[in-house]
């Protein structure tokens, strides 16, 4: 026995997105057919609105409701650092930390020349552009620990460091509260090399 | 930095499904911003189209299209035999086995005086008005092995067993491919109690 239709299309439709499996996107589809109408209602309208009222901030890249997003319009951060994430839920993360005062530059992604992303799929140009009145002294690479994100760090710095900038990376090392035991040997080699003074 | 407004609407609304946390109602939510319009739309169509379109089966209280559901509206079932379930859930992992020919019977839940769940709360009624021509001869009580499935099984066979109908309940066991050093005491219990002759 099959699903009857139209439950058959909303478990489809949860199975695309990321982490849900069949089992899972049954169980959100039956949820759903228990919500009142008026609830599913907000449901498909919130799908809608975001969809609708989220873009591109025009400077950054990160999604934003207005022309600028909340960061690059907020006259309090500092415009001489960049931090450069491969997605805008980098962005969200490093703001919970509250710590990093400066701008970011959402890439869409890292270099992967297996899958054929190259640098004219990422928002490069639009970096390059920022860099341009020499207003930023420095560039943050935090694309992601992984080989892409690595070699993407690489090629932007051999990119931007000409331009007279400077392109630093965020340092690898042991997770705090994590267990080291659980580290794996690269990371813990990189622990090592990078290891600072106490005092 | 709070999420934007639209994307936190609708993280919410990912966060009010069953088993979804913070962090998940958060990556879904993300990746919606990456479909299509699109497919934005199609993603909130299946949503209303899903609670417009599906309705409680007449007879069983399954979901269904029609007035009646697959199962209620097939010939070919065997109408003296009612599997009770809580959820219309079950009724699709029934379904899947594709052993069972009779029908159905979507109770909405288990007795939880806890709760505050009491029988008119549940679709007994229907269920009893099911059984008064005598057409059904056995009601399989198959609602969740938990304290309170078994009450209202127990519920269930003291007020359908006067009228003439036998009610039988699902076998308690080791489950097939699990590992009986993770059998918990009462269920292997259970599968003592209810051993069977190998020939």
Known sequence: MEYILPLQRLIEQFRHLPGIGAKTAARMAFSVLELTDEEAREFADAVIGAKENIHKCKCCCNFSEEELCPVC???DRDPSVICVVEDARDVFAFEK???YKG???VLGGCLSPLNGVGPEALNMKQLLDRLADGTVAE???ATNPTVEGEATAMY???LITP????VTRLAYGVPVGGD???ADEVTLHRAIEGRRNII
């Not at 331009?163 to 400077?166: A, F, P, Q, S, T």
């Open 139 to 141: 560039v943050i690479v």
């Open 163 to 166: 331009i007279g900038v400077k």
């Open 156 to 158: 932007l710095a051999r």
């Open 103 to 105: 701008l970011y530059h």
């Open 180 to 182: 080291l035991e659980y």
């Open 97 to 99: 930390v509250r710590e």
């Open 73 to 75: 319009s907020d006259a």
